[in-house]
């Protein structure tokens, strides 16, 4: 394996954490899981998103950074590549489609500083699927407080991560998840772990599944 950190990305519900799993056990990674359903403001934020978006956005990234700085601290002998189902940066993305300016600004000076404490993966793969299939995914996985995300939210965030990849230079490899079945399709994992082969240049790649 070329790599010792890489990281899953996409928008909400494409299926991060299904390769995510997926890739760790076939590759006896050690695996780092948003902890999204311990946080207390998620399904108030989005019954009101006004009242709830800074207390979100703010706990979120009190544990991300929790759990990615403890990466820096602890090894795992036995596995060698670690593999996450977010990046520390997706705090801000969220944030910035989230909050009104003003707090975004203040929101924004915290993250520079705790951001430089963050370790960067080596490789991003971002899992890519439009805004249909993205609403079907998250009707189909039925969490109570996320079946009314409006198709403009999902835009938005989709919009806020790639223009930031592009924008950073982030070595990505995108990959079009519009019918990705990591599950029954061997095919579908197996074009990932070509990827995971690979070593790239700084800059964008595209790939599709068969
Ligand atoms: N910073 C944030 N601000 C607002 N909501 C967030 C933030 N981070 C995560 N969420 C919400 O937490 C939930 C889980 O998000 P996330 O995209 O990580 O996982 P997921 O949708 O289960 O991903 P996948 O299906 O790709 O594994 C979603 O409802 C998402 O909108």
Excluded: W
């Amino acid at each position: 394996m070329i790599y010792n950190y890489i990281t899953i990305e996409g928008n909400i519900g494409v299926g991060k954490t299904t390769l995510a799993n997926i890739l760790a056990e076939k590759l006896n990674a050690r695996l780092v899981l948003e902890q999204f359903s311990d946080n207390p403001f998620l399904s108030k934020f989005y019954k009101n998103p006004e009242q709830y978006a800074f207390p979100l956005e703010l706990s979120f990234m009190a544990e991300r950074y929790k759990q990615l700085k403890e990466l820096i601290h602890t090894r795992d002998l036995f596995k060698s590549l670690t593999i996450t189902d977010y990046l520390f940066t997706k705090c801000l993305l969220f944030a910035k489609v989230n909050l009104p300016d003003e707090e975004f600004r203040l929101y924004q000076k915290l993250f520079d500083i705790i951001h430089q404490q963050i370790l960067k993966p080596e490789l991003l793969i971002y899992l890519h699927a439009p805004v249909n299939k993205l609403q079907a995914n998250i009707k189909k996985r039925n969490r109570s407080y996320e079946q009314a995300i409006p198709d403009e939210y999902l835009f938005n965030i989709q919009e806020m991560y790639t223009n930031y990849i592009k924008q950073h230079n982030i070595k990505a490899v995108f990959v079009d998840a519009s019918n990705a079945d990591f599950i029954n399709n061997p095919a579908h994992v197996e074009v990932i772990l070509d990827i995971l082969s690979k070593e790239y240049e700084h800059g964008q790649y595209y790939t599709s599944l068969p």
